[in-house]
């Protein structure tokens, strides 16, 4: 029944609007051209790049050296999938990288985690 309601939708999404759906593998587009979706890549200018060199090499939080290798790798050509399957030194999820990704982009840095407070005597 899913199924039956999905195709229900995605013929009513075709009538309106000149869009084609194949595999879901495949990207819908216009005019009944099908793409394979393209793979997320991140390009550095040089000072960004000795930037994320400096965190993997000298910073004191493992997560951060962590976050900088896999977009390094990223920058480099790799998939975030394949970084997160095989890039690292943990198996991480490809969502987990792809996170981190769309977090630099977006903002320009690495995700810092907040400080915690810490105990305090009564």
């Known amino acids: 029944m899913p ?3 999905r195709e229900g939708v995605r013929q009513e999404l075709s009538a309106q609007a000149d869009i084609t759906f194949s595999e ?3 990207m819908a587009t216009r005019h009944g051209e099908e793409t394979m ?4 890549t991140l390009v550095l200018d040089a000072e960004q790049r000795t930037s994320l ?3 993997l090499r000298h910073d004191h939080r493992p997560y951060l050296r962590e ?3 896999a977009l390094l790798k990223i920058s480099d050509g790799m998939n975030p999938s394949s970084v997160a399957m095989g890039g690292l030194l943990r198996r991480r999820k490809p969502d987990t990288v792809r996170g ?3 977090y630099y982009l977006q903002h320009g840095h690495l995700h810092v985690r907040p400080a ?3 105990f305090s005597p009564q």
């Open 53 to 55: 060199d400096k965190v």
């Open 3 to 5: 199924e039956v309601h």
């Open 67 to 69: 976050q900088a290798a």
């Open 116 to 118: 915690t407070r810490g």
């Open 37 to 40: 979706p393209q793979p997320r």
């Open 100 to 102: 981190w990704l769309d």
């Open 24 to 26: 879901p593998r495949m």
